[in-house]
């Protein structure tokens, strides 16, 4: 476990690489792709209000204690937590919240990488079959694709070899220049795409609808949905987030040359706060265009395949714009799947494997997966568990139980079973208010908020 562990034991160049990097791995689908379909599954403001507490009471709170976690143990998050649960003097079960999150990120990476495919198709489609497209045959593509296995099996399979060939290069090197460029042309680009947004109609119904709470319309499956995705959308509850945080320096040298301890109360509240950003962003490009064309907010996760083609359709070089446009969403999901891959691939160089051939196992054993979800849009539409497709089952399973289910037990061992003076050492808060603050948090107001989530969702309260 030493000299095999050695290269997963580097650090981050500096905070900023390490916010880069997990707000990298944050933002992606989840914001631009879920977040406006299920806002517009279930019913806008209400939603939006609720996830935005989600995110500020437990999310953050959490992140802290999954980066904190992560930098301590300095491992891949099963080991890590053997480590903490040995300093801790508890059993080394707790390891199992490791491969619990291990699972949940494998299982989310076989269906993630269909949906990204999508982008990818859509990169090419833009300057070509989408060309001065409206509504119906902006529709009827997504429609094709959909109903072609064999397309969506290969943008599913070329997403999952560029997975595998980042992980297995061991993840800084290439990443780190990659998000360097990636995340800020990313920014830009939604900036533009908000302009254009909000001078072209529909705007302000878009945000009526995404402001305006109305808690009648909020059913108990969209709690626990909302609690589900603040879990996806900030990459906690499965250890990337901790994985990541062991690479994390506990110092850096500052402009004058001396060594400053890196904060990761402030560090969080800044992928938080990018995070989010984005998803709001995406919602206000994505909604003014089916108010404006008269779409439908509920329509499923065809929503950003259906919505922004036909604004880049109708805007003055547009395709070439659109093209664009999925690219950068490529390289938001790219970001992000290899970071749902690396804590297994961690765990495996550390029991003795080489990089390149976990990386290549695990990448071929999802991709195998990921062929369910491809079915599940096409052939295999009718076949349901518990009324859901392959892809459905999977996405709830995973988001909606497994992700806060990790979330609950890293926040109970953070505020419960670690030693105090352990924790409040590797947070290294300047403030103790703000410790208490957190806490609380992660004691109190995270389980119960977590537990009462899961009880309303299976109708117990
Ligand atoms: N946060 C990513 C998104 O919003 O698309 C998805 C994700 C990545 C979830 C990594 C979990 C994770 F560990």
């Excluded at 999925?326 to 970001?335: E, H, T």
């Amino acid at each position: 476990m030493d000299n095999s562990s050695a290269p997963l034991n580097g650090t981050w160049a500096s905070r900023w690489v390490f916010i880069l990097a997990a707000t990298g791995s944050a933002v992606g689908l989840g914001n631009i792709w879920k977040f406006p379909y299920i806002a517009g599954e279930y019913g806008g403001g209400a939603f939006v209000l609720l996830y935005l507490l989600i995110i500020a009471l437990v999310g953050v709170p959490v992140m802290v204690a999954e980066v904190m976690m992560g930098r301590r143990g300095g491992m891949s998050p099963v080991n890590s937590m053997k480590k903490l649960a040995g300093q801790a003097e508890v059993t080394s079960r707790w390891k199992a919240l490791g491969y619990l999150g291990a699972t949940a990120g494998f299982l989310i990476l076989t269906f993630y990488s269909v949906i990204a495919g999508w982008a990818l198709y859509y990169i090419v489609a833009m300057p070509t079959v989408l060309v001065g497209a409206d509504t119906e045959q902006v529709a009827a593509v997504f429609d094709g694709l959909l109903a072609s296995p064999m397309t969506m099996l290969l943008c599913h399979s070329v997403f999952m070899l560029l997975t595998v060939v980042v992980v297995l290069q061991g993840i800084y090197r290439g990443l780190q220049r990659a998000v360097q460029v990636l995340m800020p042309a990313l920014f830009v680009m939604l900036l533009v795409l908000l302009g254009y947004a909000a001078t072209s109609g529909g705007f302000n119904e878009a945000l009526a609808f995404m402001f305006t709470v109305d808690f009648s319309k909020l059913s108990s499956e969209a709690v626990l949905v909302a609690m589900g995705h603040s879990f996806f959308t900030l990459s906690l509850g499965l250890g990337a987030i901790m994985a990541y945080g062991a690479y994390m320096p506990k110092e850096v040298s500052g402009k004058d040359g001396r060594r400053r301890p890196v904060s990761i109360g402030s560090t969080v509240l800044t992928i938080a706060f990018l995070d989010t950003l984005v998803a709001l962003v995406a919602g206000l490009c994505i909604f003014p265009v089916v108010f404006a064309n008269g779409l439908e907010p509920g329509a499923g996760p065809g929503l950003l395949f259906q919505t922004l083609p036909l604004a880049f359709a109708q805007m003055p070089a547009g395709i070439w714009f659109g093209g664009l446009f999925f690219v950068l969403v490529l390289f938001a999901a790219w970001s992000s799947s290899i970071s749902l891959l690396e804590p297994l691939v961690a765990w495996l160089v550390e029991a003795g494997w080489s990089r390149p051939r976990a990386a290549i196992v695990l990448g071929l054993a999802a991709w195998l997966i990921g062929i369910g979800s491809v079915l599940s849009f096409n052939l295999w539409s009718d076949k349901t568990l518990f009324g859901e497709t392959v892809f459905g089952t999977l996405d709830f399973l995973t988001t909606n139980i497994m992700l806060p289910l990790g979330g609950l037990l890293i926040a109970i061992f953070a505020g419960w079973v670690m030693k105090d003076s352990h924790a409040r050492k590797e947070l290294n808060m300047a403030s103790f208010k703000v410790y208490l603050g957190w806490r609380v948090a992660v004691r109190i107001i995270a389980p119960l908020a977590i537990l009462a989530v899961f009880a309303h969702g299976i109708g117990l309260i």
